[in-house]
C-alpha cells in the first residue's frame, strides 16, 4: 500500500499527459530503466525483526508500490494522506471495499443498474446478516434509502446504461449520516472523474478496463483517505490474498504512460460515434453523457472532465442486434470494454442485466473515427436485411 503525501510526487507533472507518462516512476538512477522490471519474489531477506517495506510477497511488492503510487496520483493529485492498493482485479477490490467495512447488522445501498456482478455481491451481502437496499443511478435515487446506512456504493457512470449520479449531493448526504462513501469509477478513469476530489470516501476501479487499456490483464484498486478503513481493506486482501502478479502490475504501470492520449482519442471518437448513431431511426435508447441532449448530460458536466469511451443503445430485437454484430469488421464482439481495440456486444446475452434484449454496449477503441463510423453506420445497413 502506498500512501501520497504533500501533494504531486517527483516527477508526476501538472497536466494530465504529464502526469500519465511520469506517474509513479522513481527517482532517476544512473544506468538504471525508467521503469524498473517486475520483481518477482515470494520471500525477501529479512535478518531480524521484520521492521522493512518487505517482507512477504502476499503483503508487499516493489512492483505494486510504484504502480499505487502511480495510481493515487491520477485519482488524486495533490491531496494528502490518500493511499492505494491494487488488486488482482477490479472485483477483488469492489469485495475487499464492502466486506472489509460492513458487518452483520449494518445497511449498504447498491445501485440496481450497476455492474452485472452486483446482484451476486448482494446475495453475499445478504447471506451475511447485511441489509442491502437498492436504488437507480440516475436522479439521485439513492437519497431516498441513505437512512441508516454504514456504506453507500455509487457507480457513475452506471455500466452498461450510462446513468450519472451527483457525487458531491450524495457523498454529503450521507456523511451527514455517518455513512461512507465508495465510487466505481472504472468507466470515468480518473482522467474522467476524481470521485475523492468530489467528496468520496473510495475511489474503486477494474485496472483491467481503460486504465490499462489493452484487453490483456487483470487488475483492479481501490483510492482512499480514511486511514483505519485503509487499514480494513488491506487487512482483507491479506486474508483473502487477492494480490496482483508481478508482471501485471509492471504491464498496468507501463501502460499508464499511453493513458491520456488513448482516453482523448476514445472519447473524442465515442462522440462522434454517439452522434452518428443519433440520426439512425432504428438506433433508441442511445445513451452517451457527452451528448448535449443526453439526459446525464448537465451533471456529467459538471463533475466529469471526459466522458468515456462507451455507447450504449437499443436495436428492435435481439436478432437484429445479433446481425448487427455479425455484420461488424472493425468491431470485435467480446465483453468488457475501454481497449485499444473497439468491442461491441448484446448485454441481454448474460442475463444479469435489466435490458432489452436488443441493447447493446459499444466500447469504442482507437481505430481511426471515419473508418470506425463507417463500419457501424454500414453494419446497422446490413442489420436489416
Not at 502526469?19 to 524498473?36: F, H, I, M, S
Not at 450510462?162 to 449520516?177: F, M, N, Q, W
Amino acid at each position: 500500500m502506498t500512501r501520497v503525501t504533500g501533494g504531486l510526487l517527483p516527477g508526476s507533472g501538472g497536466g494530465d499527459g504529464t502526469r500519465a507518462v511520469r506517474a509513479g516512476l522513481p527517482e532517476p538512477a544512473k544506468y538504471e530503466p525508467t521503469l524498473p522490471g517486475p520483481v518477482f519474489a515470494a520471500h525477501y531477506h529479512l535478518p531480524g525483526d521484520p521492521t522493512g517495506p518487505y517482507a512477504y510477497g502476499r503483503d508487499d511488492n516493489p512492483t505494486w508500490t510504484l504502480l499505487e503510487r502511480a495510481v493515487g496520483e491520477l485519482e488524486a493529485p495533490g491531496q494528502d494522506g490518500v493511499e492505494t492498493l491494487v488488486f488482482a482485479s477490479g472485483m477483488a477490490a469492489i469485495s475487499a471495499v464492502l466486506f472489509s467495512q460492513l458487518r452483520t447488522g449494518d445497511v449498504c445501498v447498491l445501485p440496481d443498474d450497476g455492474y452485472q456482478a452486483l446482484p451476486l455481491v448482494r446475495a453475499q451481502l445478504e447471506a451475511y446478516g447485511i441489509e442491502v437496499r437498492t436504488a437507480p443511478t440516475g436522479g439521485d435515487a439513492q437519497l431516498d434509502v441513505l437512512d441508516g446506512a454504514k456504506l453507500l456504493w455509487l457507480e457513475t457512470p452506471s455500466n452498461p446504461g450510462l446513468d450519472v449520479c451527483d457525487i458531491t449531493r450524495l457523498a454529503e448526504a450521507a456523511h451527514a449520516r455517518g455513512a461512507l462513501v465508495a465510487v466505481d469509477n472504472t468507466l470515468a478513469t480518473p482522467l474522467g472523474q476524481r470521485p475523492l476530489e468530489l467528496g468520496a470516501d473510495f475511489a474503486v476501479a477494474s485496472g483491467t478496463k481503460q486504465l490499462t487499456g489493452h484487453g490483456d490483464l487483470l487488475l483492479g484498486y481501490v483510492v482512499g483517505r480514511d486511514t483505519e478503513a485503509m487499514a480494513a481493506v488491506r487487512r482483507w486482501r491479506k486474508i483473502v490474498g487477492a494480490i496482483p502478479g508481478p508482471m501485471e502490475a509492471w504491464l498496468a504501470h507501463r501502460s499508464i504512460a499511453t493513458l491520456q492520449m488513448r482516453v482523448d482519442r476514445q472519447c473524442a471518437t465515442a462522440l462522434t460515434v454517439a452522434e452518428a448513431l443519433r440520426e439512425r431511426p432504428e438506433v433508441t435508447g442511445l445513451r452517451y453523457p457527452g451528448l448535449s441532449d443526453d439526459p446525464s448530460h448537465k451533471i456529467a458536466v459538471q463533475q466529469m472532465r471526459r466522458f468515456g469511451c462507451v455507447v450504449s443503445f437499443t436495436l428492435s430485437t435481439r436478432a437484429r442486434a445479433d446481425r448487427f454484430l455479425d455484420a461488424l469488421r472493425l468491431v470485435d464482439d467480446a465483453t468488457s470494454f475501454g481497449g485499444v481495440r473497439s468491442t461491441a456486444e448484446r448485454r441481454g446475452r448474460w442475463g444479469g442485466d435489466a435490458v432489452p434484449e436488443g441493447f447493446i454496449r459499444l466500447s469504442v477503441g482507437a481505430e481511426d473515427p471515419e473508418d470506425l463510423v463507417a463500419d457501424v453506420l454500414r453494419a446497422l445497413d446490413a442489420s436489416a436485411a
